[in-house]
């Protein structure tokens, strides 16, 4: 049954809404971390960097645990119960606790298992993270389902200014390692506290083994999917932290975190604003083909020129931003820049198939991404943090458009149609990669300084992309223009 035309206005009006919120977020939010990293990195030595990321390499898991997956079944449901919602609360926090007890209790043997006793404490005080996020997720998801993402955004942004501004001090006092502890305490207690203000609901002291039942087998799916891409994420750094050492630990996780994580995280906004749509529109599959390949290429027409011109200036940006005691990092962020060009392009694939209620299909790719992934990152240990980052690479290059053609099949399209609706700006982005590999070998030559020849690239990149775009992709201004002109509409016949 498809949607009525009020639902699918009334759909569309939320979406723009919850997309201007989301983008603004995501603006303040990856601009606040690439920030904060880069001052960090001036503040911190590499064998700082390297301990905290090993530490973090495990509490990460937090994201994975702290609802055990059932805020994404509050999200997909049609209908919810007071019961179904508090039931969910109070299972997120038991889970909170015991994986907050649970990390103190295992953070010895971590220690012991990269040969690093600092990282015991580290690990022990950023276990705390477990409970703390697991009081505000269900507060989030209920946000999420209802679309108001206004409140949630602004949530996140003070969180993440908060944790920015507790680590920098600390930091700036000599705190080390402590002070990206602190960030992420600080960032993880600001975003419950203010769920907690500004959210209407409340839990009661209600428990149903039913609605846990009746969750279980949506939510199981998604639980597993989240272990193994968070498995998959954090491999390399267990890894390279166990058989390399914290100093090449802080040159491959600075790159992650200042390269890949921003730019793979491109499609958040769109991702997030689009689960509970699709989820509403789940019975009309043309209509998510259509906005799938559309919101797909929005976000293409981003992260492809921007990765592409990332691989070309990496080596005068570390020297020039970060220092040349980072210049271990530059053919890391040149290979890694290439899987967060894949990544992002493939971050709404799940979200349809959750939509869908094809989570099964979900967690299958899972495991063979995983797999892939995890036989890279061995292979390549042998090469250092490069080898690592080139097996990431060419395990992404096989399994990615694997991920594609599922979701592709879910929908009922061609994988061919999806590419072609790419074509326009992958065009314009090798247009420009031509204009500024050309210009660089001008400039190198010429012996101009780095940091002039950084200014000048990144200028002639977007110089060069915008009028090609426009050429080769003109549907890409085209759907801004309506974007713009719809959420103008819907802003002006809200009540």
Not at 69 to 83: C, F, I, K, M, P
Not at 176 to 186: N, S, T, Y
Not at 340 to 353: A, C, K, M, P, V
Not at 466 to 494: H, N
Request: charged fraction near 15%.
């Amino acid at each position: 049954m498809s949607l009525s035309a009020p639902a699918v206005d009334g759909i569309r009006s939320r979406v723009l809404r919850g997309l201007a919120w989301k983008v603004a977020s995501q603006a303040v939010v990856q601009s606040t971390r690439v920030v904060v990293a880069l001052i960090l990195a001036r503040l911190l030595a590499p064998r700082d960097y390297g301990l905290a990321s090993m530490a973090i390499v495990f509490s990460s898991f937090v994201l994975v645990f702290s609802d055990l997956a059932l805020g994404a079944a509050l999200v997909q449901r049609r209908t919810l119960s007071e019961g179904d919602r508090s039931t969910v609360f109070w299972t997120s926090v038991a889970a909170g606790v015991a994986f907050t007890l649970l990390g103190i209790g295992l953070s010895g043997p971590i220690a012991d298992f990269y040969g690093e006793p600092t990282v015991q404490p580290l690990f022990a005080v950023l276990s705390l993270s477990f409970f703390v996020t697991s009081i505000g997720t269900t507060q989030s998801a209920l946000l999420v389902r209802d679309m108001n993402f206004r409140t949630l955004e602004l949530c996140v942004m003070a969180g993440t200014l908060a944790g920015a501004v507790i680590g920098i001090a600390l930091a700036v006092q000599g705190y080390g390692a402590w002070a990206i502890i602190a960030q992420q305490l600080a960032n993880a207690a600001a975003w419950t506290a203010l769920l907690w203000l500004f959210s209407p609901w409340r839990p009661r002291l209600r428990y149903s083994l039913a609605s846990l039942r009746d969750f279980g087998g949506f939510s199981g799916n998604v639980f597993a999917h989240r272990i193994l891409y968070y498995l998959h994420r954090n491999a390399a750094n267990l890894l390279i932290g166990r058989f390399l050492g914290p100093r090449p630990l802080g040159a491959y996780a600075l790159a992650y975190s200042v390269i890949l994580v921003p730019f793979s995280r491109i499609a958040g906004p769109v991702q997030e604003v689009l689960f509970p749509a699709f989820s509403r529109m789940q019975d009309d599959l043309a209509r998510v083909a259509s906005v799938w390949i559309r919101a797909t290429r929005l976000v293409g027409s981003i992260s492809i020129p921007a990765l592409v011109g990332l691989a070309v200036v990496a080596p005068d940006f570390v020297i020039v931003v970060l220092g040349e005691r980072w210049s271990e990092a530059i053919p890391v962020i040149q290979v890694l820049a290439w899987v967060g060009l894949l990544q992002s392009l493939q971050t709404l694939n799940t979200d349809i198939l959750s939509a869908l209620d094809r989570t099964g299909t979900v967690l299958r790719f899972s495991i063979l991404f995983f797999c892939a992934h995890f036989v890279g990152f061995v292979a390549g240990l042998h090469w250092g943090i490069v080898g690592v980052a080139v097996g990431y690479a060419v395990s992404s290059t096989i399994v990615e458009p694997i991920y594609t053609w599922l979701t592709a099949r879910a929908v009922r399209i061609s994988v061919w149609t999806f590419a072609r609706g790419l074509s326009g700006v992958v065009q314009a982005s090798l247009l420009m990669l031509a204009a500024l590999l050309a210009a660089k070998l001008l400039l190198f030559d010429a012996g101009v300084p780095a940091a002039v020849r950084l200014g000048v690239l990144v200028a002639l990149g977007v110089a060069v992309y915008l009028p090609c775009c426009a050429w080769r992709a003109p549907e890409v201004l085209d759907e801004l223009r309506q974007l713009r002109g719809r959420r103008a509409l819907a802003e002006s016949t809200d009540p």
